[in-house]
């Protein structure tokens, strides 16, 4: 978590960023949000609840907080990337709905243990990796059998 100092910095990990009207209006937004969104679509959101904050400005915002680990990204097949508050604070993975969106933190040991296997199999070290599973949410499923039914 971020500690906010009395000069209006944020400090995370021996770094400070200015807390500004804009950082926490997407912080706010974030955290209301429970599934990835586009930097374009939290950019709207914004604009419709009277924020002033420019795309460029929501851009660099997230991508600051990526880098701060205070959100997670995602590429979407077309290699857009999405934001999402993460409650999870250990390395984890994501179970994302292709339809809705609706995400789902998950634990995989069986998948650290490969990793870490492969890599020593082939004389890797400080490895990293993210693994991300698309789907039909329960919900899309439904809706998408209902559509074909009703083809």
């Not at 040991?109 to 990793?115: F, I, M, Q, R």
């Amino acid at each position: 978590m971020a500690e906010t100092t009395a000069h209006g910095t944020a400090r995370r990990g021996g770094r400070e960023q200015r807390v500004t009207k804009q950082r926490l209006a997407v912080s706010a937004a974030l955290d209301r949000l429970q599934d990835f969104v586009s930097t374009q679509d939290l950019h709207r959101l914004l604009h419709d609840e009277g924020a002033s904050v420019s795309l460029a400005t929501t851009y660099r915002i997230l991508q600051s907080m990526a880098d701060e680990g205070l959100v997670d990204v995602l590429r979407t097949d077309d290699g857009e990337a999405v934001y999402r508050r993460c409650e999870a604070t250990g390395h984890h993975h994501h179970l994302v709905c292709r339809r809705c969106g609706r995400a789902v933190d998950i634990e995989a040991p069986a998948v650290e243990t490969w990793a870490s296997h492969v890599a020593r199999e082939h004389g890797y070290t400080a490895i990293e990796h993210t693994v991300e599973i698309f789907g039909l949410c329960p919900e899309c499923t439904a809706i998408v059998a209902r559509e074909a039914a009703e083809a």
